[in-house]
């Protein structure tokens, strides 16, 4: 494990005003302000249930290639469902992604007033019918990530000197995005352009990874190199998206990232990331414990819903509504 990404135990800060609150936030500002990139252990997920959505993205991915096609995400306005292997390129100097993925989350009804809004990500799941068992399971997930995403954003506002349940109003009506990936093996005649996914920060809050033995995630320091981020059993990685310098008025860091599946002897590595972002129509602006007297902030207001269509309109040259975040 590289010791520039810290390990930070969440025991005895779990819950609001535990004993260690303070120092996990004083631990969870170091690493903000460098690399945007912690490992958590002590989160509470049984590591029983980690393993068994690995085992259920290994019985997805097996899937024949049709049954998986049947609930292609791009059949649906919120982009949830299966995105076959190359179908995404994150880092646009690189070559299509290695990868296959599957995307699902918090479910809205049809008559939720953001799903009657066109807001992106809000609405209901695709799920194929050879699995009936996968959404119970995928939901008991995201419950456990929802409940580990809103309390790093508890720690994450003591550690900016803001009272603990400050973030807790942008919780109203969340966006949560868990997303299955499976990277087949590193070519062996593959060029320094090809990746299980280019480099690129997300654009959201807090990622939430889960990632197996065969490791291939690097993350590019402050100082331009790129270290592994080594898969350390029974933690997750957690790096903060694209929306956290906003709201921080750039004091954490959001680092680029990449994955290389170069290690896996000729196996496919799985990864689960979890996607927090908060309600849509919250609001983001730099908070005042981040804006030096006299100063104007680096940011200006805008809702989440306009960031991401932000980082789109960044990234595709369009103001359409952003798709799921990488």
Not at 33 to 61: D, E, I, K
Not at 123 to 148: E, F, S, V
Not at 173 to 184: A, K, Q, S, V
Not at 284 to 310: D, F, M, N, S
Request: net charge negative; aromatic share 10%.
């Amino acid at each position: 494990m590289s010791t520039s990404i810290p390990v930070i135990d969440l025991t005895g800060a779990r819950l609001p005003g535990g004993p260690r609150a303070a120092e996990v936030a004083h631990a969870l500002r170091e690493a903000g302000t460098r690399s945007g990139f912690f490992y958590v252990r002590g989160h509470g997920v049984p590591q029983a249930m980690v393993q068994a959505q690995f085992a259920l993205a290994q019985r997805f991915f097996d899937l024949p290639l049709e049954a998986k096609q049947a609930i292609d995400l791009r059949r649906v306005p919120n982009m949830r469902g299966y995105e076959s292997l190359g179908a995404q390129t994150l880092d646009a100097t690189a070559r299509p992604d290695l990868k296959e993925s599957f995307y699902c989350g918090l479910e809205y009804a049809d008559d939720h007033p953001y799903v009657l809004r066109g807001h992106h990500s809000y609405g209901r799941n695709q799920w194929p019918a050879d699995l009936p068992d996968m959404p119970g399971q995928c939901y008991a997930y995201i419950a456990a990530m929802q409940t580990l995403a809103q309390r790093l954003m508890q720690l994450m506002a003591l550690s900016l000197d803001l009272p603990e349940d400050f973030f807790d109003h942008t919780h109203d009506n969340p966006m949560g995005t868990l997303r299955l990936l499976r990277y087949p093996p590193h070519p062996d005649n593959a060029d320094e352009r090809t990746f299980g996914a280019g480099a690129h920060t997300d654009w959201g809050a807090i990622t939430i990874l889960a990632q197996d033995a065969h490791g291939g995630l690097e993350v590019q320091m402050p100082e331009g190199d790129w270290v592994p981020a080594t898969p350390v059993e029974g933690c997750f990685v957690v790096n903060l998206g694209d929306m956290i310098p906003r709201w921080t008025n750039g004091r954490y860091h959001s680092n680029p990232h990449r994955v290389r599946n170069v290690r896996s002897g000729g196996a496919p590595r799985h990864s689960i990331p979890y996607f927090y972002n908060p309600d849509y129509e919250a609001r983001v602006e730099p908070v005042a414990t981040c804006v030096p007297a006299g100063t104007a902030p680096l940011y200006e207001p805008c809702t989440v819903g306009e960031h991401l269509r932000q980082m789109y309109a960044r990234t595709y040259g369009s103001k359409t509504d952003a798709p799921a975040m990488a």
